[in-house]
């Protein structure tokens, strides 16, 4: 009972936070692979629109983007055509919207765990309990992320095949399915394969799995009839994506013709320099590093787990022999190898790539869950579990660049704060050393001459200090010919507000965002020690007013 009750109260914090909403700032993935796109696509503000959406690109398909960022969006364009209370969207409602829709949809993996749990001899409700608890679960699955969508599908691969693959301590003959059963399975396969090429990891051990067990004499033929199975399934959902991102990316000044975004995504990811662009990493990274980063003592358990796995099958083949081992009835006493597999075998394949990122990861947390919940024993180190998951989720939906989404809210009410009508405004919101902004939380209705958003990102001093000097310099900000009110602001950690100094220019007011911690430019730990540590733990919003005209440029040193 007490497990039911911890769950629920974890579920409805999962909304909860959703909706207060999260700050935390992960990737720049989970706002430039959905909501940025399709902002302006359906409610045509203003958006910076990532290379993978250009038609000469086409790497990512639009069908996700559309069912998930685009329904909320759709929704919100309805409610202000026909809703009896227009100007209900804002940045806020633009950054809930998307990731409420996400929230209802992570709790299909509490149904899968659900129905999973007792088919794999897990414990459900302890299950249920990690899966809830875990941050990657409060804080991944409730992001715009398209390893969110591939972890919904794995799971619900796992949940279609486990009927037939699941443990059991007896032999015994497979029950056939329905014939809509294959169909099924190759949809969800094809879905997840046009979502991220980087599916079929996952999905190789379950349908492997699917296929020996769902005939008493597996074999090459056998397995080749089962894979025919589900080609239906795969033809027609293929074909589907296939449309839908042939017409979303054949423009009025293109011939129409078909897009394959999966080629496209494996054509520029299969080239080495191109993946070095966005960091290339240790092979090891995903099983040494990430595993630990997102699942901590849970990934410990499950390496605990292999390594024993490992000495039972080197002691049976020392006793047996080697055909002896091979032999799945005398060796899989027990459901723990299958969900060893289910975990570990896309691990290793991931990290074929020399790109990885702990996010690609995420999918992985239902079977780790059901592995780290067996009935036969309780769920061991609480305490590190929860301290584990609270600083996670603390960090990654709180502190890490914590500030530039409160930032984008404050900058979106001070450029549509009513202003003089004699005389226009003109707002240049520049951003240095942060991540990429996501344009459309300013709600910006089309392309506007007024606000101009600059995105410097790690630039050097100099660098930032000469773009200031020109937007100054634009003629319509000139005192002579002044034709704008032009207002300049500056958007900046704490840790970096110091280059600014050496710009020269005039301070007319600056706000605080707490918190705000950025890996890439990090605080001290002196500075943290001191009396001003919420300063450099904060995002800085400067406006700075115009440098007079006798004053001399500052050499930079």
């Known amino acids: 009972m007490a497990s039911r009750v911890l769950w629920g109260s974890l579920g409805l914090f999962r909304l909860v936070w959703c909706l207060l909403p999260q700050t935390g700032y992960v990737h720049p993935d ?50 202000e055509e026909w809703g009896p209370w227009p100007g209900l969207v804002s940045g806020y409602v633009l950054l809930v919207g998307p990731r409420l829709l996400l929230t209802a949809l992570s709790f299909a993996l509490d149904v899968a765990v659900y129905h999973l749990a ?9 299950a249920l309990v990690l899966l809830s608890g875990s941050y990657v679960t409060l804080v991944f699955y409730t992001r715009t992320f398209s390893n969110a969508i591939e972890g919904l599908l ?53 349908l492997f799995l699917w296929g020996v067990c769902g005939t008493i004499n ?125 975990y570990f075998m896309p691990l290793a394949l991931l990290s074929a790539f020399s790109h990885q990122e702990a996010r690609f990861l995420i999918p992985l947390v239902v079977p780790l869950v059901l592995l780290c919940s067996p009935q036969t024993r309780p769920v061991p180190c609480k305490g590190t579990l929860v301290l584990f998951n609270v600083l996670g989720a603390v960090f990654f939906g709180c502190l890490h660049q914590g500030g530039l989404v409160p930032g984008l809210q404050l900058l979106e009410r001070v450029v549509h704060a009513p202003a003089p009508p004699s005389v226009p405004t003109r707002y240049t919101l520049l951003f240095t050393h942060t991540y990429m902004p996501p344009r459309h939380l300013l709600h910006l209705s089309g392309p506007r001459a007024y606000v101009e958003l600059v995105d410097m990102a790690g ?48 301070l007319r007011s ?41 004053m001399t440029e500052k050499p930079l040193l």
């Not at 029950?175 to 079929?200: E, K, Q, S």
């Open 218 to 342: 597996p074999g090459f033929r056998s397995l080749t009839k089962e894979a025919l199975g589900l080609l239906p399934g795969a033809t027609l959902t293929a074909a589907v994506f296939v449309a839908v991102d042939s017409w979303y990316f054949s423009g009025p000044s293109r011939s129409s013709t078909l897009v394959l975004t999966p080629a496209n995504f494996l054509h520029y990811n299969l080239d080495p320099q191109n993946l070095a662009r966005h960091g290339t990493h240790l092979r090891l990274t995903h099983l040494a590093v990430n595993g630990f980063l997102l699942f901590g003592i849970l990934h410990a358990q499950a390496l605990r787990a292999a390594w024993q796995q490992l000495q039972a099958c080197l002691q049976a083949f020392a006793r047996t022999g080697f055909l002896r081992v091979l032999d799945a009835r005398s060796l899989l006493s027990s459901p723990r190898p299958h969900l060893l597999l289910l």
């Open 30 to 79: 989970e706002f430039f692979q959905s909501p940025e796109v399709m902002a302006e696509d359906i409610l045509g503000v203003e958006a910076a629109r990532p290379w993978e959406f250009q038609p000469s690109s086409s790497c990512r398909t639009v069908v996700f983007p559309l069912l998930t960022s685009g329904s909320a969006f759709w929704l919100l364009r309805l409610w």
């Open 154 to 206: 794995f799971a619900w691969l796992l949940a279609l095949v486990s009927r037939r693959v699941a443990w059991s301590p007896t032999p015994k003959k497979p029950a056939p399915g329905p014939w809509w059963h294959g169909w099924l399975l190759g949809g969800i396969v094809a879905a997840g394969f046009f979502n991220r090429p980087t599916f079929l990891a996952f999905a190789l051990v379950p």
């Open 118 to 126: 007792p088919l794999w001899g897990a414990e459900r409700w302890n």
């Open 459 to 506: 630039t050097e001093d100099q660098v930032l200090c000469q773009a200031l000097n020109n937007v100054t310099r634009q003629p319509a900000c000139q005192v002579a010919t002044r034709s704008w009110l032009c207002r300049l602001f500056v958007v900046t950690p704490g840790t970096t507000r110091s280059a600014l100094e050496k710009c020269s220019f005039p």
């Open 510 to 550: 600056e706000t605080l965002v707490f918190p705000h911690l950025t890996l890439e430019d990090p605080p001290a730990l002196s500075s943290l020690l001191s009396g001003a540590w919420r300063t450099h733990l904060s995002l800085h919003i400067l406006e700075l007013g115009e440098k007079p005209d006798n």
